[in-house]
C-alpha cells in the first residue's frame, strides 16, 4: 500500500544538526512532489515548503531561513529535511505529505526536541 | 502570500447537529485548490476535501465542502462522535500552501 514511513524522533542541543527521513513505498516517488509541514506543541499546521521529487528543485515557504534544507533520493524513494544550527523553537512534530497540497498521504511525523 | 482566515475559532456543537466552518482567503485561490483536514490529538492531518469539493474515496457523505475565489466552507451535515476534532484548511495554487489556523469543534 501507498505510505509515507519518517525517521524516529530526535533529540538535540542547540545550535547541532538534525536530518529527518520521508521513505516512500507503494507508488513511483518521483511522480509525486514532498511537502514538508511543522506543527509546535499546541499550535497548528504550518507549511514549510515542498520538494519536487523528479528534478529535486526545492521550494521553500516566505519567512522559511537558509537553516532549512528539503533533498531527495530517488534512488532509495526518500526525501529528507536538514535543519541546521537548531533551536529551542525549533521543536515540533515535523510531517512530510505527498504531493503540493491536498496530501491523502502523510508520513507519521517526528518529533524533533532541541534542548540544552 | 495567500493568507487564510478560519472562522470560527471555536465551535461547540452536540452530537447530531450540523457544522459550518468558514476559511476565507486574502486573495483568489487558484484553480479553487482548497482542501480541508481534519486532525485529531497525536495524529497526522487526514484529507476531507480537495478541490473545494471533492471527497477523496472512503471519506463519509456527511462532509461536503463548497465555495469558490475566496470563500470556502465545510460543512458536516450531522456530528458523528468521532468527528470532534481541529479543522484546517489549506490552499496549494501557485507552488504555495499555506493552512489555516484551523477550527477546533467540541462537544457542547
Known amino acids: 500500500q501507498v505510505q509515507l514511513v519518517q525517521s524516529g524522533s530526535e533529540l538535540k542541543k542547540p545550535g547541532a544538526s538534525v536530518k529527518v527521513s520521508c521513505k516512500a513505498s507503494?507508488?513511483?516517488?518521483?511522480?509525486?512532489?514532498m511537502n514538508w509541514v511543522r506543527q509546535a506543541p499546541g499550535q497548528g499546521l504550518e507549511w514549510m515548503g515542498w520538494?519536487?521529487?523528479?528534478?529535486?528543485?526545492?521550494t521553500y515557504a516566505q519567512g522559511l531561513t537558509g537553516r532549512f534544507v528539503f533533498s531527495s533520493d530517488t534512488s532509495v524513494s526518500t526525501a529528507y529535511l536538514q535543519i541546521s544550527s537548531l533551536k529551542p523553537e525549533d521543536t515540533a512534530v515535523y510531517y512530510c505529505a505527498r504531493g503540493l497540497g491536498g496530501s491523502r498521504i502523510w508520513g507519521q511525523g517526528t518529533l524533533v526536541t532541541v534542548s540544552s | 502570500e495567500v493568507v487564510l482566515t478560519q472562522s470560527p475559532g471555536t465551535l461547540s456543537l452536540s452530537p447530531g447537529e450540523r457544522a459550518t466552518l468558514s476559511c476565507r482567503a486574502s486573495q483568489s485561490v487558484t484553480s479553487n485548490y482548497l482542501a480541508w483536514y481534519q486532525q485529531k490529538p497525536g495524529q497526522a492531518p487526514r484529507l476531507l476535501i480537495y478541490?473545494?469539493?471533492s471527497r477523496p474515496t472512503g471519506i463519509p457523505d456527511r462532509f461536503s465542502g463548497s465555495g469558490s475565489g475566496t470563500d470556502f466552507t465545510l460543512t458536516i451535515s450531522r456530528l458523528e462522535p468521532e468527528d470532534f476534532a481541529v479543522y484546517y484548511c489549506q490552499q496549494y495554487g501557485s507552488s504555495s500552501g499555506t493552512f489555516g489556523p484551523g477550527t477546533k469543534v467540541d462537544l457542547k
Open positions: 520538494i519536487n521529487t523528479d528534478t529535486g528543485n526545492p
Open positions: 507503494g507508488y513511483i516517488f518521483n511522480s509525486y512532489g
Open positions: 478541490g473545494a469539493s
